[in-house]
Structures are given as C-alpha cells and as structure tokens.
C-alpha cells in the first residue's frame, strides 16, 4: 500500500487517558504512522496528546479537529508549539470550520463566518511560528501582539484543515498543509481534490505538498453481517444526525434520495429505519466494513487514489474493543 495508515481514536471509548496511550502503543507496533483523534464534548484532548507523545517513540500525533471557536489563534499556536516540543516534532495540528451545535450549544459563541474565522485562525498561528507573535488585523481578529517567551522551533507543527465543500477545500489548500476530509466516496473524493489543487495553486504550492488524509469508519470481523449492519448503523447517523454537513455533501455526490430518506428517518428519531434507508452500494462506497480480507482490501484502494497520502481509519459505533482491535490488526497487514 503507497498511503500511510493513521488509527483514528475514539476516545469515548477509554476509560481513562492511560487506555488512550496504551491504543496508540499498540498502533505503533502495528506500524501505523499516525494516531489521531477529535474533541466535541468530551475529554479536552490536550492533555491525552501530551500523554500519547510521553508514552510513544515513533507515531505522529494528529487530532480531529480543534474548532476556532473554542480557543483562541494565540492558544492554539501555543498549544501547536507544546505539543511539537513534548512529541519531538511529531505533531499535526488539526484545524476545522466545527459546526453550529458544537459552536452554539457548548462554546457558547455564535457560528459566525466559520470559514474566514478558520482563515484568520490559520494566518495568526503562522504569524506566531513565524514572528514570535500574534499581531494580525483582520476582519473577525485584530489583535496587537505580545511576544512568544520560548524560541521558536525550525519546524514547527504542520495545520491539517477538515473541510467538506469546494470553496472550504479550496482554503485548505490554500492555507493548511494537510486535508482531512470524511464521507466521501472515491469519486466523490476525487473531484474534491480538483479544489484542493486549485487552492494549493492560489498558496503557491502544489497539490503534492498538501497531505491528504481522508477520513473512513471502518470495522473487520469473521461476522460480516454484524460488521456490516454496525457500520451500516454509523453512517446512516452520521448522514441523518450529524447536523447537515455530512448529508449534504453526500447527497451531492450522487445520493440525494437515500440522504433525504434517512433524514426523514431520523425526523422520526427511528435509528432502525435510518439504517435501513442506507443502500448497500453507498454503504460499500462510505465504509470498510466485512471480513478482515475486505477491510484491508477496501482500505489499500482507497488509498490508491491519485493524491491520497494517508488513509484516516477510526472505528464504527457499538464497535467492542476486540472489534477494534481485530480491525487494527487486520490493516497492520498493509503496512
């Protein structure tokens, strides 16, 4: 397999940051060449990346994503800066738009121009990398700058941007250095990455200087029905419940109706007829999900799309931990 593997954790799934170490142990020996994970509600995930960068040698340490809502560019350039330090440069930070329910209902902070707060987020960071401060004038920030008190690394942490549509694609290329997209099928994700190319273009990059790492849900199990109707289950969730990023983008890759059924499902708050609304070929297209033989089959093509640096892997809901880690094993095999 070309791409590289990342584990995407759930951290949901741990009981304590101690468990969380001990998954991205494991995906170092298996070979994994990043352990990532994402931050709604739950534990804040800054303390978990500090002690998986203490805990590790080798792995990168990515997450998905921190929102600009939620910290100010000056912390996020300070945390960016700790972490790079703490990991001995392993460290990616994972930027994203968010969305108005985790922005509103728990940040407490209107969902106002998400994409131009994430451009002046990315921009402030730099400056601090860059300047030793965070003096910027913008249209959201203006902000007179004091200085960094530590010297500033030679590399510092690259900026991974999670986006789904055109224009937003297009700002990542222009201003991250990775993408992290999710939900889309290899068509789909092909043409997505025309406007990553062309926002590369506007930076002054080529598309080739940008990692992309997409995003799967994944499960492997001898019990193919079950993986299967688990992983049938997440995403017909996440396209029906998952506020409307996710569904939109997927209708507009070819599956309007089937979004628009699961949406009209989960109106009803019925989660079987959601799952049931979600056709086998767009199941196929979302998700590995089968026999330790399909998942690793699936995830190497996917992989071998023309631009795909990495494969983002992360497991469904009602996943065991042996389901886990069976899946971690199954994919060790591609390394």
């Known amino acids: 397999m070309n791409a590289e593997l990342d584990h995407l954790m759930i951290l949901s799934n741990h009981e304590d940051p101690g468990s969380a170490a001990d998954r991205a142990r494991f995906a170092e020996e298996l070979g994994f060449s990043r352990v990532t994970m994402g931050e709604t509600t739950g534990w804040n995930i800054v303390p978990v990346l500090t002690l998986i960068a203490d805990r590790t040698d080798e792995i990168g340490v990515t997450n998905d994503v921190i929102s600009p809502f939620g910290r100010s560019p000056a912390m996020l350039a300070q945390t960016a800066l700790t972490l790079q330090e703490v990991s001995n440069g392993r460290y990616r930070i994972g930027l ?3 969305s108005p329910a985790i922005t509103e209902r728990w940040h407490g902070v209107e969902f106002d121009r998400p994409l131009r707060r994430t451009r ?3 921009e402030i960071i730099r400056a601090v990398y860059e300047n030793g401060t965070p003096a910027y004038e913008g249209e959201i920030f203006d902000i007179g700058g004091l200085e960094y008190e530590r010297d500033l690394p030679e590399n510092p942490p690259p900026i991974d941007v999670a986006t ?3 224009k937003a694609t297009e700002m990542a290329g222009r201003f991250g250095d990775g993408w992290a997209p999710q939900m889309f099928t290899s068509d ?3 043409n997505r990455l025309e406007d990553l190319e062309r926002g590369a273009e506007l930076g002054g ?3 080739s200087d940008i990692r992309v790492s997409p995003l799967v849900r994944a499960i492997a199990s001898e019990d193919r029905e079950r993986a299967r109707h688990l992983a049938r289950s997440t995403i017909a969730f996440m396209l029906g419940a998952y506020g409307p990023y996710y569904g939109d983008s997927v209708a507009e890759q070819g599956y309007s109706e089937a979004v628009s059924n699961i949406r009209d499902a989960w109106a009803e708050r019925d989660t079987d ?3 049931a609304a979600l056709p086998d070929d767009l199941l196929d297209e979302l998700a590995p999900a089968g026999t330790p033989e399909e998942v690793r089959e699936w995830v ?4 071998e799309i023309d631009g795909v640096d990495a494969v983002r892997v992360g497991s469904v809901r009602g996943a065991t931990e042996e389901d886990i880690e069976t899946t971690m094993e199954a994919l060790g095999e591609l390394v």
């Open 96 to 98: 994203g738009p968010s």
């Open 120 to 122: 002046e987020t990315i």
């Open 164 to 166: 789904l549509g055109p």
């Open 188 to 190: 789909g994700l092909e």
């Open 205 to 207: 990059k080529a598309l």
């Open 273 to 275: 007829a959601m799952a």
């Open 300 to 303: 190497e093509e996917y992989g």
